[in-house]
Structure formats: structure tokens, C-alpha cells
């Protein structure tokens, strides 16, 4: 008897240890989040850098209009925005009125994003395959001063939304430019993104008629609540807190106002398709695109001599200035970098999933296992099923953007336009893991796979636990061919490596991939688009390349740091938040520095200038 009770004494001490270990990570993931929360307050009022000097205005003007988190009505946001003024009142009262898409609305952009989505797979607007070779970008450039007649000439290695933004931002002030994309067929890869006020701002800086097209083919997602959800009922230790039902509200946060306070328009939702064919229709003279166009090397002829570029076809091309926006396993990064053979190659970075057959995926996985060691590329932690479906969710008139939050996984849902939703599920497990493939006896297996990790019936989950319904309501209308599957890797900051090196620079996911919680992916790629052109802009003599591309980094380098490093632990934090809601005080701690910090965070994302 004596020998059983100290064997069981010996296995309680074995789980309070696990359970301490777990609950130590849990407030490291705290103080962690203090800490930056913190250093952005510290660093808003100490460094150089003017994009972040200036939010020490954004802070004050936070604290002096005291947010209040849910704002649920357009009256509740209205009364909020006195002090905006009597004119800012009335724009807040406009923006702020959810108008319910009709039946043409809905049509509209579900047609205009499959016309965009034939467009691109047949490469209309890209140039032909078969060349005269009088293309500017095959005669060696010379070493001279910029004029008119004789503007910088910008290679952009990569099609996608980065790649096109800066050769609008380039082609804009009268910059030769030419993208080279390295997929067979210039495809929509993803779904719909949020082009967030911030972005919309640089584009009508970049061009007005892209900005203003852009607007009115998204839908605005800011005129209603966004925040956290709990995914099932869960209590706190010990009953040491409240006790949450699966669906409640733990974090609501307000888009629209930060954004009318800093003279934004409202985030808008567009499909990817639709944002490449603007920019190829409204930012880009025809035939800039060319696609199977994957750059194999490039060499530095000599300061303002430029540079030569080889592709894997063995075609060479020459150009001032060559700009890497070829995503996270950035070939032009790979070599700017001397990262070994095997860091590069095809795979997107973002959440949405890519527009590649199954086969192509299950390649994609293995690969960027193999990418992310040579590349200096974090995996999260997270693979990623994301798709698109035509539903009029129940939430639609209320709801914008929703993550209900679990164990080890979360389900987001933002609204796409056009009754659609378009949604995630973040799984924690391993890289390069794939689904088994479809047979007859198991035509769904992806399908099948989510609707029991987010059960909405008993017994629940592989956990227990008996989720939210809304999950299942988005899952079940969507097809499984739909759905897309992906390793979710994001980076650290360039700080030492930098952004640029010579007459080459490198912008977006091949600079800064970041975790997809704060939706500023392409918003800084935008950013970025913006700044490198102005740089460039300044130069009067081939010579002043290089000195225009480290300006260009170092007037980047401190926002998308900041960006990058929330991106990162707010991803962090949501994986642990079951863990953290466990223990008392913490869980309470972490919900009210999440609900407090977010008029700051967004208000430092959503400034008008960068």
C-alpha cells in the first residue's frame, strides 16, 4: 500500500511539472507581448526613423479620444467621433451604414472575378511569347544622366501583387519597367485580400485611376465588427474567471475610426484577380508582363553601369535597376544574400492558398521544408486550409471578421464580397504534411478532415470540445476541390542583411513575410511599391542608384520591423490561448492588452504616410 502511494505521488508530481512547463510558456508568450507592446510606445518617442517617429501623435491621439472597443453601430461610432468634426461626423455616419449587397452587387463581382480569373490564365495583357527582340530590356544600359528621353530602366523579378504595384509605382513616374514572372500561366494565385486604408492610400498616391477602380470594385469589410471569438465553452481554472460560451466575444476591435482619424478611406476586400487586372488595364502599358520568366542569376556591371540578368531559358536582359518581388523563396534574395542552391523557388507565402492543382501542392509541401532551412525562413507552426465559398453567411450584416479561437488551432472568416465568404483554418502540427488523396470511398478527405476538427456536434473534437457552429456553416458550402492547402513560414527582419545590395533591392514577401493576423502582407508590399519609387524618382545620374535603394531600405526598415515582429506574436499568442486562458489572472491579462492595444496597433498601421 505504502509503495502504490508513493507511485502515484510520483505521477501527480509528473503532470503538475508538464503542467508547469506549458503554463511557463504561456507567460513567457505574455510578457513577450508586454514587452513589444511596450517598445513600441519606447521607440515611437526615441529612434530616428520618421514612419515611426510619427506614431508618438498616433499614441496621443488614442489616448485622448479613448476608443472604446465594440462599436457596434454606426450611432455608437458617430457619437465617438465628435471630436473628428462636424465634417468627419458626417463621413463617419456614411461609412459607417452597412448597405446589403443586391442581387446585381452580387453578381457584379462574382462575374467580374471570373472574367479577371480568364484573362489571366489566357495572359491577356502579357507580353507575346514569340519576341521580335526590340525589347528595351535586351540593350546593355550605359552609364549616363537621367532624362526624359532616357529614364531609369527597373526590371521587377516577379508578377504577382508586389511585382505589379512597384512597376506601376516605377511606370508612374516615367520609369522603363518589365516584369518578369517565372509561372507558365499568369493565374490568380489566392483568393480575395484586404486592400486596407493604409494601401489604398499609397495606390492613390501611385495612381489615382488604380485607386479609385480598386474602391469601386471592393466591398468595404470596416462598417462592421471584427475581433476574437472562443470556439467552444471554456471556463478558467479553478473557476478563477468567467466562464465563456462557444461563441462569445472576447476582443472587438474598430477599424473605420483609426483610418477616418488619420484622412483614410475605409479597408476594402477585393479578389486578387481583379486587383492584376486593374493594375495591368489602368498602371502598366501592355505587354510589361512576361511570363516563363524565372531568373536564374544576375551580375553587377559596375556602379550606375547596371545590371545583367540570365533566366532559365538562357535569355539575357539589362537594366538600371532590378527589383526582387518574387515572394518568399525570392531567387533575387537568394543570390543578393549568397543563400544556398535550393533557398529559391515556387511557392507562395500568403494564407489564402494558391491556384495550383493537387499535385503541385503536395510537391509545394516538401519543397519549402527543404527552402525554409536554406532561405533563414521561420515555419509557424501552422499548415493552413483556406478557400473561398459562395454563401451569404448568417453573420453578413454584422460581422466582418471573425477568428474563432481553440486548442492548437483557430478558424478565421473575413468577408469576400458578392455573398462569399472566404475563410482559414490554422492547424498547429508538422511541416510538409499532405491530405490522403480523394478515392471512392473517401471523396473529401480535407472536408472530412475539418468538419471533425472543428465539430460542431458531440462528442466534438479530438479534444472534446464542441465548436462554434459557424465554422461548419462556411465548410459545408464549400466545395473540396475549393480547397487549398499550405505551410504557413513567415521571417526575421533584414535588419543586418538589409533590402538592398548594388543596383538591386528586393520588396514585399522576398523582404518581410510576415504571419497573415494583421492583414498587412500586400499592404506593405504596396507601402513598399510607393517608397521605392520615390527614391528612384530623386535620381539625376545612374551613379545615385545604389544610394536610392539603401534610402529606400533604411526609411522602410523600422515599419515593417514593428509590423513583422506583431505579425508574428500575435500568431504566437493565438496558439497558446487556450493554455493562457487556464491560468487565472493571465488569460484576463492577455484579453485586456489585446482589447487596449488595438486602437494603437491600428492606428500605427493605418498612417497616411511611410
Known amino acids: 500500500v505504502f509503495n502504490k502511494r508513493i507511485k502515484a505521488r510520483k505521477n501527480r508530481n509528473e503532470v503538475k511539472m508538464i503542467a508547469l512547463k506549458r503554463r511557463s510558456s504561456c507567460y513567457h508568450s505574455t510578457i513577450s507581448f508586454t514587452v513589444v507592446f511596450s517598445l513600441l510606445l519606447f521607440f515611437t518617442r526615441t529612434t530616428w526613423h520618421p514612419t515611426i517617429r510619427q506614431t508618438t501623435t498616433i499614441f496621443a491621439a488614442a489616448f485622448s479620444t479613448s476608443l472604446p472597443p465594440p462599436l457596434r453601430s454606426a450611432s455608437k461610432r458617430q457619437k465617438n467621433a465628435g471630436a473628428l468634426g462636424s465634417t468627419t461626423e458626417s463621413v463617419v455616419e456614411n461609412e459607417t451604414r452597412r448597405k446589403p449587397e443586391t442581387k446585381t452587387r452580387v453578381h457584379q463581382v462574382r462575374d467580374r472575378c471570373k472574367a479577371a480569373s480568364l484573362d489571366a490564365a489566357n495572359a491577356i495583357g502579357c507580353a507575346s511569347q514569340t519576341s521580335d527582340g526590340k525589347e528595351w530590356w535586351r540593350t546593355p544600359p550605359t552609364e549616363r544622366s537621367i532624362t526624359l528621353d532616357d529614364p531609369i ?185 549568397n543563400l544556398q542552391k535550393g533557398a529559391d523557388g515556387f511557392a507562395a507565402s500568403g494564407a489564402a492558398g494558391g491556384a495550383l492543382n493537387e499535385a503541385e501542392a503536395r510537391r509545394m509541401a516538401k519543397d519549402s521544408v527543404l527552402m525554409a532551412n536554406g532561405a533563414n525562413r521561420r515555419y509557424s507552426q501552422f499548415t493552413c486550409y483556406a478557400a473561398l465559398c459562395e454563401h451569404r453567411a448568417s453573420n453578413i450584416e454584422d460581422v466582418s471578421y471573425q477568428i474563432l479561437l481553440g486548442k492548437d488551432k483557430y478558424f478565421v472568416s473575413t468577408d469576400g464580397g458578392g455573398e462569399r465568404q472566404q475563410w482559414f483554418a490554422l492547424i498547429r502540427e508538422e511541416a510538409g504534411g499532405v491530405d490522403p488523396e480523394p478515392t471512392s470511398e473517401n471523396p473529401t478527405p480535407k472536408l472530412n478532415r475539418l468538419l471533425y476538427e472543428f465539430n460542431n456536434k458531440e462528442p466534438g473534437d479530438q479534444n472534446g470540445d464542441v465548436w462554434d457552429s459557424f465554422a461548419h ?34 520588396c514585399g514577401d522576398a523582404a518581410h513575410p510576415m504571419m497573415p493576423n494583421l492583414g498587412q502582407g500586400g499592404c506593405q508590399a504596396t507601402e513598399d511599391g510607393f517608397r521605392l519609387a520615390e527614391e528612384l524618382a530623386n535620381v539625376q545620374h545612374t551613379r545615385e542608384i545604389e544610394g536610392a535603394l539603401n534610402s529606400y531600405f533604411l526609411k522602410r526598415i523600422g515599419r515593417t520591423t514593428i509590423i513583422q515582429i506583431l505579425a508574428q506574436l500575435g500568431s504566437d499568442l493565438l496558439v497558446d490561448f487556450d493554455k493562457m486562458m487556464t491560468i487565472p489572472l493571465v488569460g484576463p491579462f492577455f484579453l485586456f492588452m489585446t482589447q487596449v492595444s488595438m486602437p494603437f496597433i491600428l492606428r500605427f498601421l493605418y498612417t497616411p504616410e511611410f
Open 153 to 337: 530602366r527597373v526590371l521587377v523579378a516577379g508578377g504577382g501583387v508586389a511585382g505589379l504595384v512597384v512597376a506601376a509605382a516605377c511606370h508612374s513616374k516615367q520609369m522603363k519597367v518589365a516584369i518578369f514572372e517565372q509561372a507558365s500561366s499568369y493565374a490568380p494565385y489566392g483568393g480575395p485580400i484586404q486592400i486596407q486604408s493604409n494601401a489604398l492610400r499609397a495606390l492613390e498616391k501611385i495612381n489615382p485611376r488604380v485607386y479609385q477602380e480598386i474602391r469601386e470594385a471592393g466591398t468595404v469589410t470596416a462598417d462592421r465588427v471584427s475581433g476574437l471569438k472562443i470556439g467552444y465553452k471554456k471556463g478558467v481554472f479553478l473557476g478563477l474567471g468567467k466562464f465563456y460560451n462557444k461563441g462569445d466575444w472576447l476582443v472587438q476591435f474598430d477599424t473605420l475610426i483609426p483610418a477616418l482619424q488619420a484622412g483614410l478611406p475605409a479597408t476594402v476586400v477585393v479578389d486578387r484577380p481583379v486587383i492584376q487586372q486593374i493594375l495591368l488595364n489602368h498602371g502598366l502599358p501592355e505587354g510589361t508582363v512576361r511570363i516563363k520568366s524565372r531568373i536564374a542569376n544576375y551580375e553587377e556591371l559596375g556602379q550606375g553601369k547596371g545590371i545583367k540578368v540570365t533566366l532559365e531559358d538562357g535569355t539575357v536582359a539589362y537594366a538600371d535597376v532590378l527589383i526582387g518581388a518574387d515572394g518568399i523563396w525570392s531567387s533575387v534574395r537568394r543570390i543578393m544574400h
Open 473 to 506: 456553416e462556411l465548410l459545408l458550402a464549400t466545395p473540396e476541390q475549393n480547397i487549398k492547402r499550405r505551410d504557413l513560414y513567415d521571417g526575421s527582419p533584414l535588419l543586418l542583411k538589409g533590402w538592398a545590395k548594388g543596383q538591386v533591392a528586393i
